[in-house]
C-alpha cells in the first residue's frame, strides 16, 4: 500500500472507532484488511481506500472498521475490578441508596463476557441485594461482537479463561462442546451498538460504568472528551471502572481515583470520603 | 519452590503440562497413574496436583478420594485436568473434593488462568 493510502485508511478508522494507528501499524493494517479486501472483491489496499470514497460505501466500512477493532477479553478480566464491585462499589451504593434500580453501563462489552460477569457478581449477592433491581446495558461498535453476545454462546476455551468452575456450572448449560450462559443470567443484560465517539446521553444516567480495555486505543484528545461524557450520564456518588492500563490522571478532572482501589474512580462532584468522616466526626 | 504434582498416562501431556507449570515457578514431580501419584504424596505433599481422570491401575477420582484421607491430603489444591468434559462429570469430580477443573485440551492462558483461581499464583 503507498502512503496516501495509509494515511487515508488510518484517518478514517480514527474517525469513526477512536483507533489510533501510528506508522508502524503498517502490517496490522494489512493483515486485517487484506481479508475484507479478499471479500468485497477488492484486489489491494490501494483500491480498497478508492473504495471506500464511493458513497454507498457502507457495507465495506463497516467490515473495515470490525476488522480493526480488537474484541479480545474474558470472564472476570483481571478479578480485581469484580472484586472491587462486590466489596466496595455496590456495599457503597446500596448503603447509601437503601433501595431502588441500579443501573449499570459496560461501554464496551464486546462479546459479552464482562456485563454476563457483572451479573453474575450480582446474582451471587442473593438475599444481600433485596430491595434492588439492577440493569445492565452493554454496547460496542462492533455488531459482529454484539450478536456473538447475545448468543451468550461460548467455547470450552472461552469459559475456561477466568470463570471458576463452579459459576460454570451454576449459571451455564452445555451444549455439546459449548456453554450457553443461562436465561435467568441474560435477561439481566440488554445489548445494544453504541460508537463512543458519539453523543450517548440517551442512554440516560448511569450509577457504575465499566469502559475498559477501549480507551488504550484512544488519543489523549479523545480519551479526555469520551471521560467528560461519561461523568455527565453519571449520578454524583457513581463509579467508574477502568480496565488495567488506564487511568484517568494527567487527561480528565472529571473523575478521581480511589484511594487504595486500582481502576476504580469517583465522580469528581463527589466529597471524598475521609474529609466527610472527620467532619462528622468532629462536629458530632 | 513449591512443587506441582502431573499425574497423567501420557507422557506428552505430561510434557506440555511440565513446560507451562515450570514457567509459572513451580518444580514439577511426574506421575503415570493414581498409584504412583498417591506414593509421591505419602513422601511428600505437593502444592497442587494436576490431575487426569482416566488412567490404569488407579483413576483420577480414586486417587483424589484417597489422598483427602491422608495427613496433610487436605492441603493441596487439586486441578482435574480431562477429556471428561461432561457437566455431570465435572460436578462429581467438585464434590469428590477438587479444587478446578479443566477441560482438555487445554492451553497456557487456562492453566494459567486456573492457577490464578485457585490463589496458587
Ligand atoms: C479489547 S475489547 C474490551 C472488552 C472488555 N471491556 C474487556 O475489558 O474485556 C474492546 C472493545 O471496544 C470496542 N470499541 C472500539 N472502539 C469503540 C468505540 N469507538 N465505541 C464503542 N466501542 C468501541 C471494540 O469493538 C471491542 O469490542
Known amino acids: 500500500m503507498n502512503s496516501a493510502t495509509f494515511a487515508y485508511l488510518s484517518d478514517f478508522i480514527k474517525d469513526r472507532s477512536g483507533l489510533v494507528l501510528s506508522e508502524e501499524k503498517q502490517y496490522l493494517v494489512e493483515t486485517r484488511l487484506l481479508p475484507v479486501a479478499r471479500k468485497h472483491d477488492i484486489t489491494n489496499l490501494d483500491a480498497l481506500a478508492t473504495a471506500l470514497r464511493t458513497p454507498f460505501s457502507g457495507d465495506l466500512a463497516t467490515d473495515v472498521i470490525e476488522a480493526m477493532t480488537t474484541n479480545e477479553t474474558f470472564f472476570f478480566r483481571d478479578m480485581t475490578p469484580f472484586d472491587n464491585l462486590k466489596e466496595t462499589v455496590l456495599p457503597a451504593l446500596m448503603k447509601s441508596r437503601t433501595s431502588g434500580r441500579l443501573r449499570i453501563w459496560c461501554a464496551a462489552a464486546s462479546s459479552g463476557q464482562e456485563p454476563y460477569s457483572i451479573a453474575i457478581v450480582l446474582k451471587e449477592l442473593g438475599a444481600k441485594a433485596a430491595g434492588f433491581t439492577f440493569d445492565i446495558i452493554g454496547t460496542d461498535l462492533s455488531m459482529e461482537v454484539l450478536e456473538r453476545a447475545k448468543a451468550a454462546t461460548y467455547s470450552q476455551f472461552e469459559v475456561q479463561r477466568g470463570l471458576p468452575v463452579n459459576l460454570l456450572l451454576k449459571y451455564f448449560s452445555q451444549n455439546g462442546d459449548t456453554w450457553q450462559v443461562n436465561q435467568d443470567i441474560r435477561s439481566m443484560v440488554q445489548f445494544r451498538p453504541l460508537n463512543l465517539l458519539r453523543d450517548f446521553s440517551a442512554l440516560g444516567v448511569f450509577d457504575i460504568v465499566f469502559c475498559r480495555n477501549v480507551l488504550i486505543y484512544f488519543d489523549r484528545e479523545t480519551k479526555t472528551d469520551v471521560l467528560a461524557r461519561l461523568a455527565k450520564q453519571m449520578t454524583p456518588d457513581g463509579f467508574l471502572v477502568l480496565g488495567a492500563a488506564e487511568t484517568v490522571v494527567g487527561i480528565t478532572e472529571a473523575f478521581r481515583p480511589m484511594a487504595g482501589k486500582r481502576g476504580l474512580y469517583q465522580n469528581s462532584l463527589t466529597p471524598a470520603a475521609t474529609p466527610r468522616e472527620h467532619l462528622k466526626l468532629s462536629v458530632g | ?121
Open chain 2, 1 to 121: 519452590m513449591r512443587t506441582c504434582l502431573v499425574v497423567d498416562d501420557s507422557s506428552v501431556i505430561r510434557k506440555v503440562a511440565r513446560r507451562i507449570i515450570e514457567d509459572m515457578e513451580f518444580s514439577i514431580v511426574e506421575a503415570e497413574d493414581g498409584e504412583q501419584a498417591l506414593g509421591h504424596c505419602v513422601e511428600s505433599m505437593p502444592d497442587v496436583v494436576l490431575l487426569d481422570w482416566n488412567m490404569p491401575v488407579m483413576d483420577g477420582l480414586m486417587f483424589l478420594q484417597e489422598l483427602r484421607t491422608l495427613p496433610g491430603g487436605e492441603a493441596p489444591q487439586v486441578i482435574f485436568c480431562t477429556t471428561e468434559n461432561d457437566v455431570g462429570q465435572i460436578a462429581r469430580a467438585m464434590r469428590a473434593g477438587a479444587n478446578e477443573y479443566i477441560m482438555k485440551p487445554f492451553d497456557r492462558d487456562i492453566i494459567e488462568s486456573k492457577f490464578s483461581q485457585t490463589g496458587l499464583i
